[in-house]
C-alpha cells in the first residue's frame, strides 16, 4: 500500500488543551523554524501571512524531525503526549 494508505490507518487522538508541540513567538523565524514548514510529514506547521511560523499539533507523527531541528535552539518546545493521546499507531 502507499505510504499516505498506511498513514490514513494511524488513529490520532487529539489531546485538546494539552498541544504537546509550541512554538516560542517571534517576529521572523529561524531558518530552521521556517523549514519545518516544508519539512514536517504530517503538514503540522504553517507559514502565516505576516511571515511567522504557526502549528497545529494534530496529526503529528511523532517523528520527531522539529524536535531535532528546532528544540535545542528555543524555538519549539516538544513533549510526548501525555499516555493515550497522540498518534496510536497501527502495525501490521
Ligand atoms: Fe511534524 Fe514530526 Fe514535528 Fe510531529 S514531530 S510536528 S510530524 S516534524
Given amino acids: 500500500a502507499r505510504v499516505e494508505e498506511k498513514l490514513f490507518q494511524n488513529r490520532y ?3 485538546a488543551g494539552k498541544p ?6 517571534h517576529e ?3 531558518e530552521n523554524l521556517l523549514a519545518m514548514t516544508r519539512i514536517c510529514p504530517a503538514g503540522c506547521y504553517s507559514e502565516t501571512s505576516s511571515g ?5 499539533p494534530d496529526g503529528c507523527l511523532e517523528c520527531g524531525t522539529c524536535r531535532v531541528l528546532c528544540e535545542e535552539s528555543g524555538d519549539i518546545t516538544w513533549n510526548y503526549p501525555r499516555g ?3 498518534v496510536l499507531f497501527k502495525f501490521g
Avoid at 504537546?20 to 513567538?25: D, G, K, Q, Y
Fill in 84 to 86: 493515550g493521546f497522540g
Fill in 52 to 56: 511567522q511560523v504557526e502549528i497545529t
Fill in 20 to 25: 504537546h508541540i509550541a512554538i516560542r513567538p
Fill in 28 to 30: 521572523k523565524p529561524s
Fill in 13 to 15: 487522538l487529539v489531546d
